[in-house]
């Protein structure tokens, strides 16, 4: 007969940790698999910027390659903290190249949208399975989104200031030296007061 601190033991190897519901868990992954496509759709658009001489836009476009890797470790992590199991799954190719620097911004921003649906409906189930440790962890990616996608609106308005499709040489030389070193976040609606607005 075991002795009860065996019992115990055995009953803690056998216990289920992981704080994540299969379904959550699930969507969790997706999410991790969709932040690495979006890393390797950005890589290859900023490839592409390069081979068209845009070296600022690329690097401003590696960049938030970079970003959106960073993203999907931090949903590992997460996953892996609350007891589950991350899995790494296959990401399909990224799109054709952009058609002109108007096609790769619209494509930002609607990539940018489409990722802020996904963490919506992520926000949305941990709220429906009142998982608020995975509520609590979605705000920080709720608060990305708005910056991510003012960021990508930006990216369009420039380029329309520019002349859009017909700017000038001088134009896009002019923007592309200002997107190599543009900050990679922007001022959020929570931070404006009176006194600085914008």
């Known amino acids: 007969m075991l002795s009860l601190a065996y019992k115990q033991i055995f009953k803690y190897l056998n216990m289920n940790t992981n704080r994540l519901s299969p379904r959550m868990q699930e969507a969790l992954i997706k999410q991790m698999t969709k932040e690495a496509h979006a890393s390797q759709i950005f890589l290859s658009y900023g490839c592409w910027a390069d081979v068209k001489g845009y070296g600022g836009i690329a690097n ?6 970079q970003e959106e890797r960073n993203h ?3 949903f590992m992590r997460y996953i892996l903290d609350r007891g589950g199991e991350a ?3 296959a ?8 058609r002109n620097l108007t096609d790769a911004f619209n494509k930002v921003f609607e990539h940018e949208v489409d990722n802020t649906t996904a963490i919506y409906e992520i926000v949305n189930l941990s709220f429906e399975e009142k998982d608020w440790a995975t509520w609590n962890f979605m705000q920080w990616f709720v608060k990305e989104q708005i910056e991510e996608e003012k960021l990508a609106l930006e ?3 420039k380029l329309k200031i520019a002349g859009g499709d017909s700017a000038s040489d001088e134009s896009l030389f002019t923007l592309d030296k200002a ?3 543009a ?3 922007v001022s959020l609606p929570q931070e404006a007061t009176a006194e600085n607005p914008s």
């Open 87 to 89: 899995r790494v799954e």
């Open 72 to 74: 999907m470790i931090k």
């Open 179 to 181: 997107l190599e070193s």
């Open 155 to 157: 990216l369009i308005d």
């Open 91 to 98: 990401i399909p190719a990224p799109p054709e190249n952009p």
């Open 183 to 185: 900050p990679d976040d």
């Open 60 to 65: 401003f476009l590696y960049r938030h390659s």
